[in-house]
């Protein structure tokens, strides 16, 4: 999986609660993606970051923020978690900013 | 209109027949092209990148690109049972360092 680590794996957390995944990188890569992947939507962009505390919205951005404070870490925070952001979340690499590189992915289950 | 449109399928492919996978995209200025094998509860796995009109073949893969009609393809010779997975076809921008995704052809090859 291109030197990525998502954390977790996998996480069941009730209504309301904040949640934070992370991507881990070995591969010293510029551009960093979390994109959330859901039946019949494909994969959708949340946030990327193209630099240390280079971050810009994507297409589904309401209700996450992000953050990266060194090159290899890429956090993805869910404020106040809702049932619609059920989902796997999955962390993307790029060194270009054209072809990505995924982790492994992250199941999220909001009840 | 989406920006990147795929037949979600299924597409059902005999055995060591040619499959054949499209997608379009509506953005004129889309320069690089990339086709992505995901497996059922797996991460995308990137297997062609084109980003010149024509033909590129690697393997018993082959992704062709028409810029000006904005399609581009993937052709899988001698199908086999592995290949079934679903394949995601992205587009990404000059200047846009983020891809935007296809909902993805979901592709079953039959033994």
């Known amino acids: 999986d291109a030197g990525i680590t998502q954390s977790p794996r996998h996480k069941v957390t009730e209504t309301g609660t904040p949640v934070t995944l992370r991507c881990h990188q070995t591969?010293?890569?510029?551009?960093m993606y979390w994109y959330r992947q859901d039946p019949g939507h494909g994969l959708r962009l949340i946030h990327y970051?193209?630099?240390?505390?280079?971050?810009d919205k994507g297409e589904v951005s309401d209700g996450y923020s992000v953050s990266r404070s060194k090159t290899e870490d890429f956090l993805l925070t869910l404020e106040s978690a809702t049932s619609s952001q059920t989902s796997v979340y999955f962390c993307?690499?790029?060194?270009?900013?054209?072809?990505?590189?995924f982790g492994q992915g992250t199941r999220l289950t909001v009840v | 209109q989406k920006e990147v449109e795929q037949n979600s399928g299924p597409l059902s492919v005999p055995e060591g027949a040619i499959a054949s996978l499209n997608c379009t995209y509506s953005?004129?200025?889309?320069?690089?092209f990339f086709w992505y094998r995901q497996y059922s509860g797996k991460s995308p796995e990137l297997i062609m990148s084109?980003?010149?009109?024509g033909d590129k073949e690697d393997g018993r893969f082959t992704a062709q690109l028409n810029k000006a009609s904005q399609y581009v393809s993937l052709l899988i010779r001698d199908s086999q049972p592995s290949d079934s997975a679903t394949y995601l076809c992205?587009?990404?921008?000059?200047?846009?360092?983020?891809?935007?995704f296809g909902t993805g052809t979901r592709l079953t090859i039959i033994p």
């Open positions: 993307a690499i790029s060194d270009t900013g054209m072809q990505a590189f």
């Open positions: 591969e010293n890569h510029r551009y």
């Open positions: 970051s193209y630099g240390v505390k280079d971050t």
């Open positions: 953005d004129r200025v889309s320069q690089s």
């Open positions: 084109i980003y010149s009109n």
């Open positions: 992205a587009v990404n921008n000059f200047g846009n360092e983020k891809l935007t």
